[in-house]
């Protein structure tokens, strides 16, 4: 199994919706992996664009949309030198869920 496809069966089982510290709203799923002995610090989010200034927005999307939807963005995770040094894998994007835009992310950190 590759880290992408490890990410993406993170993202089915564990993605939940959020509201974030900073107030915007999406969908977050967090967790560790290992791949080929390598564990990864993994983690995936879609966050509701505009949501932080407009506290009223509510998220339209369902949950099933927004993991097809992290879940190909996982697929496309490109190798990483992150700014503590640790490697790893990242992707990010912007993407319509449930007909709403969100600004959409993946990483899975080496340990």
Known sequence: ?????????????DLKAK?????????HATGKITVDGDRYQA?????LIGSKAN???K???KR????SVLAAIAENLAPKTFSSGR???YATGKAEIGGQRYQVQAQAVRL
């Open 1 to 13: 199994m590759s880290v992408q496809q490890a990410l993406a069966n993170m993202v089915k089982d």
């Open 64 to 67: 099933d949309e927004a993991v």
């Open 87 to 89: 490697t790893g894998h």
């Open 43 to 47: 983690q995936a989010q879609a966050v």
């Open 59 to 61: 998220v339209q999307a």
């Open 19 to 27: 509201t974030f510290s900073s107030g915007s709203k999406g969908f």
């Open 55 to 57: 506290p009223k927005v």
